[in-house]
């Protein structure tokens, strides 16, 4: 049993959409057979006409057990360091988040304006948004470097734009049976159940990738990495063994990872030239390669291997239906 | 003596960002409402000087539920403004990322935003309430999970196409990333069937599509409701009757003028995008409806009001294109301190031909029933009917937006079927500076983009969300945005429960998690403040 508070700060909705797509267990099964008590929340919230700033004082004054705080969304702080521009029950929200965050035993920070700061904190930031405990690569954001919840962990961080629903109701599930213990966390606070392998593991282009077989929108095969930005093969995510939606992934249909569950997001912050497009040294080397070797190794490697290796051109490559 | 009120609600819409909504009570009737949208990011100021296709990342950031929409008007301002090519099979898939999108929102937002309130004890003495909670309470209601499980089965078939819901970019210039297969087409099918078979045709309607598409008038709908016991114990068909039964059809109004940009780009009429051209390609038919009769829906009569809008440096009733990157006030209030003759808002007031409209489900029905569409456009008169029989309600609104299932279940259908999987889906667009515009008809209604890309970079990008158009506030004349009307005029029973403030705001479907304020009219004290 878990009561579970969920905020939204600089928001989409689109991890409370994903959530609610969420399909083993599904969002009314993790109410009715895994304990998880919603105490309130945006769009599901339970408590109609529920005064809630009477409830988020409350879990303030620990009067009601706030087991799980998540929160999705920014952290708006704008506008000089006010957090006017995002007014929730009468306070700027960042004044809740902090002290909720103090109450809870668990701090879940779902997607990457949450964990990040994600696309509202690109340069200008006009809301001087940042994340719970980063803004982007750098450790600190919100809450600082050393805040540590009630449960003794440091905010969870669920990262993605938006978050796989599977990774998020596992954390909660996981942290309602009492099995945080079991879940452990990388350098940017992620699980590494989720976020230990690369999204290239089982991409369907693969191969292509390893034999350099260029793909392109609207054609069947190849590989994204070299002419349209995919960055699958430095993206740490499991999109393509835990799929969306049933079915797919970004990358099985022809679309560029854009590395969404990695702090850069969006990646060279939409500069010209960086969007759907792999930037490139010298007009054919690419300036982001696969981690584990240096650039040079790959580049050499690369080069060998298109030159041995006799891929199926492009122009027929996988073009079956 | 008078009793004069104000309340405060907290929050009432439920999707993205938040909506305070402030009204004055005399009596109970509300005299005057002020809707103030709490959050800003300044996602178009973010895309000042990035790269031109920043929009395809960005815009379906804006709103988690709409993703999609904006994804097709962000691809299709761009395809106007390089003046790319679209293949036939490209204006399909769109189609249908669109299509699923808000075939998608139907039941997740009848169950899970809307129906609850219908449970709501104000209506405990009502007949049909015993049967309204069984049915639609939260979670534990026997068509609840049916619902919101039922509404994740379209945005596979999105996912089938984009690779994932929400925030794929699957949509580019020039046409789609993806190019499909026998196998995608037939899984989508199979999965469209399931969508009718386990909640559609079963649990909502109660006869077949092809039964209740048959229904072309308010009489026809009462007759379809008591055809027999299968479709007045559907859930429509509850729907229908508890709606009527509570009251629904009596109250929330609204500005009585409509705006809906029309969506769909038939795939063989639109291979050469043009801003012009765009209104004559739709599907579903855009135009300006005042009332008593319809206007092309010309987006140079847009123009947007800042005098209540926390936003600086900028002129007043201004056309997207005119407009500045927006420049956030640093003297934003909250609604119990806001002087309502200021600035109350982080949304701007747009304007159509200078009058508020409203945007959603309801307009584009509005526009379907337009005797001059043409021979490619939906032709359905329902809706004409039940405007001059019933006029604009919170009633006649949500059955506007439930209204379209059935029908967009056929679209989807047909679409699947015309996609070749020989022709391309794809043709390469040269980059170019310039000016375009993109448009649809999110679930919610109106959306469009204006860019301006200038030196290969985006000078200026503008953002009109249906959402704007709904909760906007006062404009430059002080003349009240469509829910600020529709919440003038209604009772509220009870001032410490104002679901009827719910009610009209969630008919809406604002993508804003709205917060309502009751207030005292003579003596300003709060009475109440509520999230709903």
Redesign the interface.
């Known amino acids: 049993m878990a009561n579970v508070l969920w905020l939204?700060?600089?928001?989409?909705?689109?991890?409370?959409?994903?959530f609610?797509?969420a399909?083993e267990p599904?969002?009314?099964e993790l109410?009715?057979d895994f304990g998880i008590n919603i105490l309130?929340h945006?769009?599901?919230?339970?408590?109609?006409?529920?005064?809630?700033?009477d409830l988020l004082n409350s879990c303030i004054k620990g009067e009601t057990q706030l087991d799980i705080f998540v929160f999705e969304g920014?952290i708006?702080q704008?506008?000089?360091g006010t957090g006017?521009?995002?007014?929730?029950?009468?306070r700027p929200m960042m004044d809740w988040v902090r002290e909720l965050a103090d109450a809870a035993q668990f701090v879940v920070a779902i997607g990457d304006c949450a964990t990040y700061g994600?696309?509202?904190a690109?340069?200008?930031?006009?809301?001087e948004?940042t994340g719970m405990q980063f803004h982007k690569k750098n450790k600190g954001g919100f809450l600082g470097t050393d805040f540590v919840s009630k449960g003794g962990l440091p905010v969870i961080n669920i990262p993605g734009?938006?978050a796989h629903p599977d990774w998020i109701t596992q954390i909660l599930v996981a942290i309602s049976v009492g099995r945080i213990g079991d879940v452990l966390i990388d350098d940017y606070h992620r699980p590494k159940t989720f976020f230990s392998d690369f999204v290239q593991n089982g991409c369907t282009n693969a191969v292509a990738f390893s034999e350099k077989v260029n793909g392109?929108?609207?054609?069947?095969g190849g590989c994204l990495f070299y002419e349209v930005g995919c960055r699958g093969p430095m993206t740490h995510a499991s999109?393509n063994r835990i799929l969306?939606?049933?079915?797919?992934?970004?990358?099985?249909?022809?679309?560029?990872c854009?590395g969404?569950t990695e702090p850069g997001f969006?990646h060279h912050?939409?500069?010209?030239?960086?969007?759907?497009k792999t930037m490139k040294y010298l007009g054919f080397l690419p300036k982001e390669t696969p981690p584990g070797e240096s650039k040079l190794a790959y580049y050499f490697k690369a080069g060998v291997g298109k030159v041995l290796g006799n891929p199926e051109s492009a122009d027929n490559y996988g073009k079956?239906? | 003596m008078a009793n004069f009120k104000e309340l405060n609600i907290s929050p009432v819409g439920r999707v993205e960002g938040d909506l305070d909504v402030k009204v004055y009570m005399e009596n109970g009737v509300v005299t005057r409402a002020h809707t103030q949208a709490a959050m800003y990011r300044g996602f178009e100021k973010i895309l000042v000087g990035k790269d031109p296709q920043s929009g395809l990342i960005v815009t379906p950031r804006a709103c988690g539920i709409c993703g999609g929409s904006h994804l097709y008007c962000a691809s299709s301002a761009l395809d106007t403004a390089w003046g790319t090519t679209l293949p036939p099979n490209a204006l399909l898939l769109r189609a249908l990322g669109q299509a699923t999108e808000t075939i998608q929102s139907i039941p997740r937002w009848f169950y899970a935003i809307f129906a609850t309130d219908l449970a709501n004890k104000k209506f405990a003495s009502k007949p049909l309430y015993q049967e309204v909670v069984k049915r639609f309470a939260a979670y534990v209601g026997t068509s609840f999970q049916k619902g919101v499980t039922a509404s994740g089965r379209p945005v596979e078939v999105y996912a089938l196409f984009g690779g994932q819901w929400p925030h794929s970019s699957y949509m580019v210039p020039g046409g789609v990333m993806s190019a499909p297969t026998l196998k995608d087409i037939t899984r989508a099918h199979a999965i469209m069937n399931q969508f009718r078979n386990d909640w559609l045709e079963t649990v909502w309607l109660g006869c077949s599509i092809e039964r209740y598409m048959e229904v072309q008038s308010w009489d026809d709908l009462m007759a379809w409701v008591e055809e027999n016991e299968s479709q007045y114990n559907s859930d429509l068909g509850l729907f229908i009757r508890a709606s009527l039964e509570f009251g629904l059809d009596t109250f929330g109004q609204g500005v009585g003028k409509y705006l809906a940009w029309g969506t769909y780009l038939h795939k063989d009429l639109y291979q050469k995008p043009t801003i012009e051209g765009r209104n004559k390609a739709v599907i579903s038919a855009s135009g300006f409806w005042d009332g008593e009769r319809y206007y092309e829906a010309d987006h140079r009569q847009v123009m947007e009001h800042v005098k209540h809008a926390w936003y600086e440096n900028q002129a007043d009733a201004l056309h997207p294109f005119d407009e500045p990157a927006p420049t956030g006030s640093t003297n934003s209030t909250i609604l119990e301190n806001t002087n309502f003759d200021g600035k109350y808002s982080w949304a701007k007031a747009p304007r159509f031909m200078e009058h508020a409209a409203e945007a959603g489900p309801l307009a584009r029905v509005i526009m379907n029933a337009n005797p001059a569409n043409l021979d490619h456009q939906i032709k359905d008169p329902l809706f004409a009917d039940i405007m001059k029989v019933k006029g604009p309600s919170v009633f006649t609104r949500s059955l506007a937006r439930v209204h379209e299932a059935p029908r967009l279940y056929t679209m989807i259908n047909d679409w699947l079927s015309q996609i070749d999987l020989d022709a391309p889906f794809y043709i390469k667009p040269e980059e170019k500076d310039g000016i375009g515009w993109g448009a649809t008809e999110a679930a919610r209604g109106a959306l469009a983009h204006w860019i301006e890309i200038k030196e290969g970079v985006i000078k200026n990008y503008q953002i009109i969300a249906p959402t704007t158009w709904n909760v906007g506030p006062n404009d430059s004349n002080d003349n009240a945005g469509p829910i600020e009307s529709a919440l003038t005029g209604i009772e509220i029973e009870d001032p410490h429960d104002p679901v009827e403030v719910g009610l009209v705001a969630r008919s809406f479907d604002s993508c804003l998690v709205c917060t309502v304020h009751a207030h005292d009219n003579k003596t300003g004290k709060q009475l109440a403040k509520f999230k709903l």
């Open positions: 939204q700060g600089g928001a989409c909705s689109g991890n409370t959409m994903s609610l797509d399909e599904t969002v009314v109410i009715t309130w945006p769009t599901v919230g339970l408590e109609i006409g529920h005064q809630v700033s920014s708006v704008g506008p000089n006017k521009m995002n007014y929730f029950a009468d994600g696309i509202p690109v340069p200008p930031n006009p809301s948004s734009c938006p392109n929108f609207g054609q069947k999109c969306w939606n049933r079915h797919n992934s970004k990358t099985r249909a022809n679309h560029p854009l969404c969006p912050d939409l500069k010209k030239g960086s969007v759907f079956s239906k």
